[in-house]
């Protein structure tokens, strides 16, 4: 499959860079999708999500405790941002 | 053969920014902030050479909690930061109002340098404009001041 990343230019700064993905000939980076088919049910979370993923970019950097660990399969790296309430 | 990796190209999102525009500045703030303060809490630790585990044990609380406190998504209480901040040794709370600079102007000539006066002296170079201390007993305050 080919695709091609991109860096999203509002979310990256001088602590992290913040990166998406375009599958094949798609029109909309992935991240985008997921906001798209997230926008009118989850807003609000989304809106934390991006507000958080701003400031690892402008303020503090990807620390690792930001983020769960292991959240894809064993050895792919995969982590995700917790829930707002965990 | 030789893989080459060209720079990924930067882009924006008018989704991103019709949505990250509508989030309140008070909003963002707290987000930034709550992950600020989970950011100084982790170097606090690592300073100490502690892991989580080491701050539950030191607080009684279960290491899944210490891992909510981590995560940047946490609203803690007041309690809750002020053991930190003891247990750690690290300042998260600030109590004391910081001192205002206070900049005054006025026409000074300097005849001698007082090494020493009660209850109040000064020192520092004397320029055209300079920054000198004033004591007043066993308070002082830094002024800047402008000899014209």
Known sequence: ?86 | MMKTMSKAETYNSKIIDELFDSISPEKEEKIRKRMLLAARIDKGIKAKGWKKKDLAEALNKRRSEITRWLSGTHNFNSDTLFDIERILNIGLVTLNDVPKEQVIKFHLVVSEIIESANPMSYAGTLNDTSLIDLYYGEESQFYAVSSN
Request: aromatic share 14%.
């Open chain 1, 1 to 86: 499959m080919r695709y091609r990343l991109v860096k999203i230019n509002k979310l990256s700064g001088y602590e992290a860079s913040l990166y998406s993905i375009y599958l094949e000939d798609e029109q909309r980076t992935l991240f985008e999708r997921f906001l798209e088919e997230n926008k009118n049910s989850f807003k609000s979370e989304l809106k934390n999500i991006l507000a958080r993923l701003n400031t690892i970019g402008h303020y503090t950097g990807a620390n690792e405790q930001f983020f769960k660990l292991r959240e894809g399969k064993p050895g792919d790296g995969v982590c995700a941002l917790f829930d707002i309430k965990f």
